[in-house]
């Protein structure tokens, strides 16, 4: 994204990172400190709605929790739909599901089961992309129902955990990549 002074922006420059969060060893990366700041919330949003719209998505789908917070602006600006993927037992109506494995143990993602519909163009965006355990989950809930997964669009990006390894059969951006 171009400021207006001509200098192209720098979103890593308003997420702060904290060492030793949530445990030892962890780099926590903060967004709050961006989304704080309107003017940068506002640029990182329509940086993802210019890459996104060559995927010419029906649906936007953002994974809980913070997928909402960058999704569902960008499915707003687009004029098209959001579609929340939720933990279990978080939707009202019937759902879909996809369990998948984690270091320890395993998890369950669910969508409501009209919210997405056969043939849509879907893409995923999520603040981060990490060991890409949660985005295969969503793309394997989407194509479940018989969408299709358009793209994936990310925030941030820990390059070092190799998620875009597990994601190969999608095309990607991220805003910010962290090496290490």
């Known amino acids: 994204m171009i400021r207006k002074d001509g200098k192209i922006m720098n979103f890593s420059e308003h997420i702060r990172v904290i060492a030793d969060?949530?445990?030892?060893?962890?780099?926590?990366?903060?967004?709050?400190?961006?989304?704080k700041e309107g003017g940068v919330?506002?640029?990182a949003v329509n940086e993802m709605v210019e890459r996104i719209k060559p995927w010419k998505p029906d649906v936007i789908v953002?994974?809980?929790?913070?997928?909402?917070l960058l999704g569902a602006p960008?499915?707003?600006?687009?004029?098209?739909?959001?579609?929340?993927v939720r933990k279990p037992g978080k939707l009202p109506s019937q759902?879909?599901?996809?369990t998948y494995a984690l270091e320890y143990g395993s998890d369950t993602l669910e969508v409501h089961a009209d919210a997405i519909h056969s043939g849509e163009?879907?893409?995923?965006?999520?603040?981060?992309?990490?060991?890409?355990?949660?985005m295969s989950a969503t793309a394997n809930?989407?194509?479940?129902?018989?969408?299709?997964?358009a793209g994936m669009g990310f925030l941030i990006e820990l390059t070092f955990l190799k998620g875009r390894q597990k994601l190969v059969d999608y095309p990607i951006f991220s805003l910010v990549e962290y090496q290490e």
């Open 41 to 43: 919330y506002r640029a």
């Open 62 to 68: 953002g994974p809980e929790a913070r997928g909402f």
């Open 121 to 134: 163009r879907i893409v995923i965006v999520d603040d981060l992309l990490a060991t890409g355990g949660t």
């Open 74 to 84: 960008v499915a707003y600006a687009l004029g098209i739909g959001f579609v929340p």
């Open 141 to 149: 809930l989407i194509t479940k129902i018989g969408a299709e997964v």
């Open 21 to 35: 969060f949530p445990k030892e060893g962890i780099s926590y990366k903060d967004i709050t400190t961006l989304l």
């Open 95 to 98: 759902t879909i599901s996809e």
